[in-house]
C-alpha cells in the first residue's frame, strides 16, 4: 500500500524548526519582529496593526504633553504597557547631549529601561551620526540602561556599539522611512558575522519581500514602522511582516541553495526518447 | 496679568501666569494630567514623582511636560 499524502495530510502552517531563541539582554522573544507606533492614521488601526505583526517590543518616542489640547492622552492609553515592552526612542535627537537628556525623560516615565538610541547626523538622509552615537551609548550604558543602538551598516561603528556596552546593535537596511529594503546585504551579513550581541535591521524595510530578504541575512529581528502604518490597509501588512519575518527566518535556517549564473537542469538529462 | 498673586513661568516652551505658592502636583491638577503619564523636568532636572508635592513653583521656572507618544 501506498500512504496517500497528498488527500491525508495537510501542509502545517508553521513548523517546528530548531532555532536558538530570540534573546535581547536577558529577555526571551517570540517575534524577530519589533515595531513602530508612529504615524498612524488613528489608534485603533495601529493596536489592529501591531496585534496583527505579532510584535512583542514596540518603539515609542518622548515628546512634550500638548498643553493646549484638550485631549491630552499620550500613547499609553491605547497601548498597555503590560502587554507589550515599551522601547522608548530618541528620535529627533542630533546630539548625544539631546539623546542623553531624553533617554533620562524615558526612563524617569518609570515603565523601561531600555532604549533605542537614534542620534541623526544629516536631516536630508537621516542617516545616523555613529561618532556621537557611540559617545553617548557609552554614557547611557554606565548609567544602567539596555542600550539598543540605530546605527549606518558600517562594521566598525557597529563593533564600537558593541564595545560600549549595548545588549543590541541596529543597522539600518536604508534610509529611515524609504522603503528601500536592505540596500547593503554584504555589510548586513559581515556585521552579523563579526558581533556576538543581537543585530536588529531597523529602517529601510518596505513590504513582505524586504522584511524576508532582510532576515534571510541571518539577522536576528527586524524593526520597522513606515512600512506597516503608512500601508493602504495596515492590519494586513502587519499580518504579512509577521509572516515574511518567520519565512525569512526559515528560509536561513534551512539554508539556501547556493546561487549561479548559470542554469541547471532540474529533471534528468538521462532517460529522453529517441 | 495684574494679579499679584500669579508668578510668571515657562510651560513646555510657552510663558504662562500660575497662582503663586502653587506646587508641582497642584500644576499638574491644574492642567488636568495625569502623574502617572507624564513626566516633569524643572529646569533642566528630572522631578521625581514622589517629590511633586513638596516642591513649590517658582516665579521663573522653566518646566517641561513630557509624555511618550507614537514613534518608530
Given at each position: 500500500m501506498v500512504e496517500d499524502l497528498g488527500r491525508t495530510s495537510k501542509p502545517r502552517e508553521t513548523m517546528d524548526v530548531k532555532d536558538t531563541p530570540f534573546r535581547i539582554g536577558d529577555r526571551d522573544f517570540s517575534s524577530r519582529l519589533i515595531v513602530g507606533t508612529g504615524k498612524y492614521e488613528d489608534n485603533a488601526t495601529m493596536v489592529g496593526a501591531i496585534r496583527a505583526s505579532g510584535a512583542e517590543m514596540v518603539t515609542v518616542a518622548v515628546r512634550r504633553v500638548d498643553?493646549?489640547?484638550?485631549?491630552?492622552?499620550?500613547?499609553l492609553h491605547h497601548l498597555d504597557p503590560e502587554k507589550f515592552l515599551l522601547l522608548p526612542n530618541t528620535a529627533g535627537c542630533y546630539s548625544a547631549e539631546d539623546a542623553i537628556r531624553y533617554a533620562r525623560l524615558a526612563r524617569a516615565a518609570g515603565f523601561t529601561d531600555w532604549l533605542k538610541l537614534e542620534i541623526i547626523g544629516d536631516e536630508k538622509t537621516l542617516l545616523p551620526d555613529t561618532h556621537a552615537t557611540i559617545d553617548a551609548a557609552k554614557t547611557l550604558v554606565g548609567e544602567g540602561f539596555k542600550v539598543l543602538a540605530y546605527t549606518n551598516d558600517d562594521l566598525i561603528s557597529a563593533l564600537r556599539l558593541e564595545d560600549a556596552g549595548c545588549v543590541a546593535v541596529m543597522p539600518l537596511?536604508?534610509?529611515?522611512?524609504?522603503?528601500?529594503?536592505?540596500?547593503n546585504p554584504y555589510y548586513i551579513r559581515e556585521i552579523k558575522d563579526r558581533l556576538q550581541v543581537p543585530i536588529i535591521v531597523d529602517a529601510g524595510v518596505g513590504t513582505a519581500s524586504d522584511a524576508c530578504i532582510t532576515m534571510e541575512q541571518g539577522v536576528d529581528g527586524v524593526l520597522m514602522n513606515t512600512a506597516i502604518a503608512v500601508a493602504d490597509d495596515p492590519v494586513a501588512m502587519g499580518h504579512a511582516m509577521r509572516l515574511a519575518i518567520r519565512a525569512g527566518r526559515l528560509a536561513y535556517l534551512a539554508g539556501r541553495m547556493p546561487s549561479r549564473e548559470i542554469a541547471v537542469p532540474s529533471s534528468p538529462t538521462q532517460g529522453m526518447l529517441d | 496679568m495684574t494679579d499679584p498673586e500669579a508668578i510668571p513661568v515657562t510651560l513646555n516652551g510657552k510663558d504662562r501666569l500660575v497662582p503663586a505658592g502653587i506646587t508641582v502636583k497642584g500644576l499638574l491638577e491644574a492642567l488636568e494630567l495625569n502623574p502617572a503619564l507624564v513626566v516633569v523636568e524643572r529646569n533642566r532636572e528630572i522631578l521625581d514623582r514622589g517629590r511633586y508635592s513638596a516642591v513649590g513653583v517658582e516665579a521663573g521656572d522653566v518646566f517641561e511636560l513630557v509624555h511618550f507618544v507614537g514613534g518608530g
Open positions: 498643553l493646549d489640547r484638550t485631549n491630552k492622552e499620550g500613547i537596511a536604508s534610509p529611515i522611512g524609504s522603503g528601500l529594503g536592505v540596500v | -
